[in-house]
């Protein structure tokens, strides 16, 4: 069973920044796409960024040029750097890991197959 593990939420001011790290239990390289989505109360899950083994990336329009993802294969770990943050970005933000073949819409929740449990980010104005 594939273990994700989200870490580096926390409470910051709007305009300040944050990364988030998922460790995998296994390597990296064995997931044709990974990414991150986010949900805030009473909403739906949302594709924040996403990132394939040929490290393509999409982003949301909500977060372009403001949020980064990447991949470190050595450290089995994804990464989501967050800057100019904004008190709408607040929410659970999720990592996900995709071992299926075929296509998908990286920023689908329905393409990913492996979750983790979430870290909590909140910005205050």
């Known amino acids: 069973q594939i273990k994700l593990v989200e870490s580096g939420g926390g409470s910051v001011q709007s305009g300040g920044s944050l990364r988030l790290s998922c460790g995998a239990s296994e390597s990296t390289q064995n997931f044709v796409c990974m990414g991150w989505f986010r949900q805030a109360p009473g909403k739906e899950r949302e594709g924040v960024a996403a990132?394939?083994?040929?490290?393509?990336?999409d982003y949301a329009d909500s977060v372009k040029g403001r949020f980064t993802i990447s991949q470190d294969n050595a450290k089995n770990t994804l990464y989501l750097q967050m800057n100019s943050l904004k008190p709408e970005d607040t929410a659970m933000y999720y990592c996900?890991?995709?071992?299926?073949?075929?296509?998908?819409?990286?920023?689908?929740?329905?393409?990913?197959?492996?979750w983790g449990q979430g870290t909590q980010v909140t910005v205050s104005a």
């Open positions: 990132i394939n083994n040929a490290a393509w990336a």
């Open positions: 996900a890991a995709r071992t299926r073949g075929g296509s998908w819409h990286s920023l689908r929740a329905d393409a990913y197959d492996y």
